[in-house]
Each structure stands twice: as C-alpha cells, then as structure tokens.
C-alpha cells in the first residue's frame, strides 16, 4: 500500500508512523497546513517536521502555503465551527488530491492522534473525501497512543507547541489561563 500521511506536527507523527511501521506500512509524510499561525509557529512545526522526518528516515513532502488572509476569511463567520467546516476539509482535500495525482493508493492523517481534536467529525471528512476520491482512507483511531507518543516526542527534543495552530486555538489556550489566574486572585 501507498500510503499518503497529512502530518500535522512531528510530536503527532511519532505515535502514528510507530504504529503503521508494526503493521509494516510505510507512510509517505505530507504537510499541508495553511491554518498555522503566526507564521514563526508555522515555521517552527514544519522545520522540526523535517528535522525528524531525516532523524527517522522517512520520505516528507512539504506543500509550502502560509495562508493568515484566506484563513481569516473563511472561517470569520463561524469560528466556534472552523475545524469542521473549514480546516479539515481545506488540509485533507489537499492532501486527497496529491495522493490522487501522484499515485497513492490510500491517505490518512495525524490529526487522528489528538483527543483535542473533533474526531468523529474529522473521520467523516475523510470518508466523503475518500468516496468521492476513490482514494481509500486508512482509519486508525490512533489516540490510544496520544500519550506515549508525545512521551516520546519529549525524548527526542521535538518542539512541544501548545496550541492546535489557528490563531483563535491560541486565544483559547490563554482564555483558559485568564480563568485559572483569576481564579487564583479570587481565592487569596
């Protein structure tokens, strides 16, 4: 099998390529991630991406799009919904249509491992993208390893970024701070 990975981050890809290289699959790494910002976050995920991606040998295609604008505006009129209805379908339609052009058999993503993210939503992204590809979507539910995995990451000194990606996943990430700082304020 051909097998055709979006990569969202190297700490996510460590659990993922572990798991397919059991089953004697050897994922190709896509990264495609025109949600990342700022783009010195963007910069980082992907440059340790490929760092990792030569530490373990495994083939890495980067599709270079930065996109703060289209981001913005597609997704201004219904954040609370952005992943959904914009950031999974964006990254992996991209994605399906390299593997589409470049003889992949099947494709998959990293964005499986992460209990943050909408899981059953973004498998039923990745069905109708396969069945309107005709590109197979290997299904993994691979948050079991979710822990060991970023376990993992520690030890080889990945960058551990602390938020989704998208510059509103970040202003959550410090919403849930405020809260907990003032919190703390009203207890003393």
């Not at 083939?59 to 913005?72: A, M, V």
């Not at 590109?135 to 948050?143: Q, T």
């Not at 995995?149 to 510059?167: H, T």
Request: include cysteine; glycine fraction near 4%.
């Amino acid at each position: 099998m051909k097998l055709l990975m979006h990569t969202c981050c190297a700490p996510c890809s460590v659990y993922c390529i572990d798991s397919l290289r059991s089953e004697d699959i050897e994922p190709t790494l896509f990264w495609y991630n025109p949600n990342i910002h700022p783009y010195i976050e963007y910069k980082t995920r992907r440059d340790c991406l490929r760092e990792y991606a030569d530490k373990i040998g495994i083939e890495l295609i980067l599709h270079e799009e930065y996109g703060l604008d289209e981001f913005c505006k597609n997704v201004s009129n219904d954040i609370s919904n952005r992943c959904v209805n914009y950031c999974y379908p964006k990254r992996l339609s991209e994605t399906v249509r390299y593997a589409a052009e470049n003889g992949y058999d099947a494709f998959t993503t990293t964005l499986l491992v992460s209990p943050y993210q909408k899981h059953e939503e973004l498998k039923r992204v990745c069905e109708k993208l396969a069945q309107e590809s005709g590109i197979e979507f290997l299904y993994r539910d691979f948050r079991i390893g979710f822990r060991e995995g970023q376990q993992k990451a520690r030890e080889a000194g990945l960058y551990m970024q602390k938020y989704c990606g998208c510059i509103f996943s970040e202003e959550e990430r410090y919403q849930k701070q405020i809260k907990r700082d003032l919190s703390e304020l009203n207890l003393r």
